[in-house]
């Protein structure tokens, strides 16, 4: 197995030291740093979403996998930054206000930085008017907005007349949540809803026009 084979392996498994290493190993092999995380990484957590999709792992699994990548990523990122690479993407992402419910936010950020998004997270309880700001600041492709409560549903679809109304273009908006879905979607006016972090991450490939 190649070095890149087996930090893959490394990180679907959830071992963070042995990822670590053998990101530091494939760097002394004098593999580029964007080589390690397109050919290995990227995968790897691409992977560990299809196989939370079809019910294989569950939320510890996906949270031990995503701890060993941020391993790898630590030694990475200042030889990306260094070298000029950043993700062609911008992401936003959020629980609306009134909920301070994380969990499904945090493994939808989880699995975009997976997928080489560079991931802005507002936390929780994240009025209208902050995600317009955040909007007009980072200059995002896609905003995501979570809710786990039906009481504040009402919530998403005001943010999302708030993004529309501030006349921000080129940013698509995702839906996700227990309570959330596709019909509701469709009557606010959302660009896409996703049911888990796994489907997040095919959606917002296609909705930013990065899928194959």
């Given at each position: ?128 008017a902050k995600f317009v700001a955040a909007i007009q600041e980072h ?74």
């Amino acid at each position: 197995m190649t070095t890149l084979e087996l930090l893959s392996q490394s990180v679907g498994a959830g071992k963070a030291k042995d990822a670590k290493a053998l990101a530091q190993r494939a760097l002394d092999e004098g593999l580029p740093p964007g080589d390690i995380v397109d050919r290995s990484l990227v995968p790897a957590m691409a992977a560990v979403g299809e196989r939370f999709k079809n019910n294989e792992i569950f939320v510890p699994e996906m949270l031990v996998a995503a701890r060993a990548m941020k391993e790898a990523m630590a030694l990475l990122e200042p030889r990306l930054i260094a070298a000029g690479i950043t993700p062609k993407y911008t992401a936003l992402i959020g629980t609306v206000q009134g909920d301070l419910h994380d969990i499904g936010k945090n493994l939808v950020a989880i699995m975009w930085k997976g997928a080489n998004f560079k991931v802005v997270d507002l936390g929780t309880n994240v009025p209208p008017a902050k995600f317009v700001a955040a909007i007009q600041e980072h200059r995002p492709q896609l905003v995501g907005l979570s809710a786990l409560l039906t009481t504040t549903m009402p919530a998403i679809a005001e943010t999302v007349k708030a993004i529309r109304a501030s006349g921000a273009t080129g940013v698509k908006v995702m839906v996700g949540g227990a309570p959330v879905t596709q019909q509701y979607a469709d009557e606010i006016g959302a660009d896409g809803y996703a049911a888990d972090a796994g489907s997040a991450v095919d959606r917002a490939l296609v909705l930013v026009g990065a899928a194959a």
